[in-house]
């Protein structure tokens, strides 16, 4: 018990960091579900890319040896914008080839397509960059001793950039959801595409717009892991796709706060599995909590209880 | 036109025109094969396919041809689940992992256990029901998605566990205990032993030898049999229509009265057991485990089997598994590939282009395309031209074939640019193309569509000259990824399925 009370600091903070990547992967998971009741298997790939686009940008900024050509931050600040249009660039694209096509098909034949736009993103990277691990240079950029003392845990400076980022880029989706005029027709494509479409919404131009912004949360995340987490492969989009989803279906799914929530429970939840049972179990454990909680509260944390239109 | 008549459907005229037999020898041989009974013509494929090991000697064809058996089962199995019941079940490797598992743990020297064939295949045949409902039943209560979801999850898990099962600490045993072997997996499994027969050794049956290939062969032509007959009563049966209406609308078929919760367990349950007992035949002719075999890109492979084929149509799905068994095996010798790989985009070309012309027109357009460019660069900037790669070795090219496709290569190899690094010249060719065909695709028909083909298939021949030969695996998975999606936009109900209306 004082193992475990000595440990929950810095586990909580683990835990923080890790639930903010999934949190902005589950965003865009939710994002296209709720508007296209789509699951966009090639999420979890478009998150990969981001990565090495972040990656990319940063090989080419980082010198060999002396100082920055320009300020860390101002590089970081590059690494973003650079992932976060490729991807919503990559994501429009995914849209335009794969899914809108498929727009009045029967439900299975999206899904089949999402994942052979997955696959084919997938060896892509591998093709032109092979199969092994891409290290990211993160201590050139932040010191790896740079960081606050939080007595018991440690909050070093990279996580807490993680957060606050994927805080910043949070409060920025619920400014553009809630308050501008393009939230208000995505919430009505999301609730109704027919009668939006009727109202004069121009539906397609904002399924495209969702995508973009989806992927772009996803190409951030990607930057964020890397930052974190160093390691950039070419199937690392499977598996952080599966949490995404996890994440989205947790918070209830096509719910924009609820997929906050629920990348951050997920987080928690895969730290402490690591930290106190065990590390060898960290998927299963996680895959089970979704199941146990598909049982409990199949609707999510802060999904609507909603009855089936027929 | 038949249309022409009152009272007669446009559409369902249309539909009755491209059933009529096309016209010709081909059409004529058609005509008379689907006048055939449906059961004759399937023993007719299945004894076809079983004289294969009397024509050749060559294990590896016959290798070949049990894995054409092997993913034929499995996606009939993959087909009960999708195709009939509509569930998007995307852990059905996994259970296809739990049976080759199951069978390696009970049939080898791991923990000395030796059962014998038959009770550990029933046994696996019942472990992949039990899983099955067990992992349904939380998942069906919701909505179909989380259904895939929940199963991607599962298969993940899987083999994760394959991997990380080498070290199990339990309370009643001191140290760890390897269960799985982890990625080096389990070998050493018992043969299949099946009424007085050993499936490890030779047979000798009316003066013919078969190797212990070829009675695995027979082992997995059988199970496809019975998979075939089981799954086409059961879909002929009560069971197989509730599961169709089930499939075109789930809430509508409960409003019927149709217990759907019991029939999609039963889907799933029955597409798990058949994925089991298949995955312990595998484990028994692989004699061994490892986690790898069971990895997504099996999944996939599957996935895109049942779907070329067409979701829900057994001919259409057993088509696909032979077509998408032998491609990778085509891929394997580099000099082979590259006949498949030409002369699928002059079958596709002419095929595809109407009207006849212009189809010549791109082919002599990427010809011409090819030696003006060749041309060029061996004037301007000599140096960076690579000779041909491929060597004669008189020893290992015997046959005819082999000689003649060896030949093209190198006039292939003559006719592109093949720099003397080739990779990252490919690799930005390879990223141009991509966007490019898929950019290609969307275009509307017109001079310009035309014209811009020639380039982009120079450049997929120089893409596949330069990468694609050098990395088969990832070539095969790049070929399936954009067959799905291709597939999904252009045909969705595959090479034989029936074209659903949906109603909205």
């Known amino acids: ?310 | 036109m038949a249309s022409d008549k009152f009272g007669r459907d446009e559409w369902v005229a249309q539909i009755d025109a491209r059933r009529a037999a096309p016209p010709g020898v081909a059409g004529q041989v058609l005509a008379r094969w689907n006048a055939l009974p449906l059961g004759w013509r399937w023993i007719g494929v299945l004894a076809s396919f079983a004289a294969i090991p009397f024509l050749t000697s060559n294990d590896y064809l016959i290798r070949v041809a049990g894995t054409v058996a092997l993913f034929a089962t499995l996606s009939l199995g993959l087909n009960v689940v999708v195709g009939y019941a509509g569930l998007l079940d995307l852990g059905f490797v996994a259970f296809y992992g739990l049976g080759a598992y199951a069978y390696a743990l009970l049939s080898s020297g791991k923990f000395d256990i030796h059962w014998p064939s038959w009770v550990t295949l029933v046994f696996i045949g019942v472990l992949g029901l039990a899983f099955g409902v067990l992992l349904g039943l939380p998942s069906l209560r919701l909505l179909g998605d989380y259904l895939a979801i929940v199963t991607l999850g599962f298969g993940l898990v899987f083999v994760q566990l394959a991997i990380t099962m080498d070290r199990v600490e339990v309370p009643w045993h001191a140290g760890p205990i390897d269960v799985t072997g982890g990625s080096n997996g389990l070998i050493n499994l018992d043969p299949l032993r099946l009424f007085g027969l050993d499936f490890g050794e030779p047979l000798t049956l009316f003066g013919y030898a078969l190797s212990s290939v070829a009675l695995y062969f027979y082992a997995l032509l059988a199970a496809l049999a019975v998979v075939l007959l089981v799954i086409y009563h059961l879909n002929q049966s009560r069971i197989g229509r509730a599961w169709r209406a089930m499939r075109e609308d789930s809430l509508a078929a409960e409003a019927m009265g149709m217990p759907t919760k019991r029939l999609k367990l039963l889907a799933f349950a029955c597409g798990s057991a058949i994925a089991g007992v298949s995955g312990g035949i595998f484990a028994a002719w692989q004699h061994s485990v490892f986690p790898l075999n069971f990895s997504t890109d099996l999944l996939i492979t599957l996935y895109a089997m049942m779907v070329l084929g067409g979701l829900g149509s057994l001919p259409g799905v057993v088509i696909g598994a032979g077509i998408l068994a032998v491609i990778p095996e085509l891929l394997r010798s580099p000099e082979l590939a590259r006949v498949a790989f030409y002369s699928a985009v002059v079958l596709g070309v002419a095929l595809f282009l109407r009207p006849r012309r212009n189809g010549l027109i791109v082919l002599a357009g990427v010809i011409l395309l090819g030696l003006i460019l060749r041309l060029a660069t061996q004037t301007l900037w000599p140096d960076l031209l690579s000779p041909p790669t491929i060597t004669v070795a008189a020893e290992s090219v015997s046959t005819a074939f082999e000689r003649t496709a060896q030949t093209f290569g190198i006039i292939v190899q003559k006719w592109i640019i093949l720099p003397m690094e080739p990779t990252p010249p490919g690799n930005v060719a390879f990223l141009v193309l991509l966007p490019a065909l898929l950019a290609w695709a969307r275009l509307q028909p017109s001079r310009l569509k035309l014209g811009l083909l020639a380039p982009l298939l120079y450049l997929l021949a120089f893409v596949w000259e330069t990468r694609l030969t050098a990395e088969p695996a990832v070539t095969r998975l790049l070929l399936i990824g954009t067959l799905l999606v291709v597939l999904m936009i252009f045909r969705p109900h595959g090479l034989l399925g029936t074209k659903r209306v949906e109603l909205v």
């Open chain 1, 1 to 310: 018990m004082e193992q475990f009370l000595a440990q929950l600091p810095q586990q909580l903070i683990n835990g923080l960091t890790l639930g903010s990547v999934y949190a902005l992967i589950a965003l865009g998971y939710s994002m296209v579900y709720g508007i296209l009741q789509l699951l966009n298997f090639a999420h979890g790939d478009v998150y990969m890319i981001g990565a090495y686009i972040g990656f990319g940008v940063m090989t080419a900024f980082l010198p060999a040896s002396g100082p920055l050509p320009l300020p860390a931050l101002v590089i970081i600040l590059l690494m973003f914008l650079a992932a976060m249009l490729g991807c919503g660039l990559l994501g429009i694209g995914i849209e335009w080839f794969a899914y809108r096509p498929l727009r009045n098909a029967p439900r299975l034949a999206p899904l089949i397509s999402a994942l052979g736009t997955s696959i084919l993103i997938q060896n892509a990277v591998q093709l032109t960059l092979t199969a092994a691990y891409h290290t990211y240079r993160t201590d050139k950029l932040i010191p790896i001793t740079a960081g606050i003392d939080l007595g018991p845990a440690r909050l070093s400076a990279v996580r807490a950039l993680v957060i606050v980022s994927a805080i910043v880029l949070m409060i920025v989706l619920t400014y553009l959801v809630r308050r501008t005029q393009f939230g208000r027709a995505m919430r009505a494509v999301a609730l109704d595409r027919e009668a939006a479409a009727m109202m004069g919404v121009n539906v397609d131009r904002i399924i495209v717009l969702t995508f973009f912004l989806g992927s772009a949360l996803a190409g951030a995340a990607g930057v964020l892991n890397g930052l974190v987490f160093s390691r950039v492969w070419h199937t690392m989009g499977f598996n952080a796709g599966l949490k995404g989803f996890t994440a989205a279906v947790v918070g209830g799914i096509g719910n924009i706060p609820g997929a906050m929530l629920g990348g951050m429970v997920l987080g928690l939840v895969e730290s402490f599995a690591v930290g106190f049972i065990s590390p060898t179990f960290k998927e299963s454990i996680t895959f089970f909590a979704l199941i146990l909680f598909l049982l409990i509260r199949p609707r999510g944390l802060l999904g609507a209880t909603a009855v089936q239109k027929v």
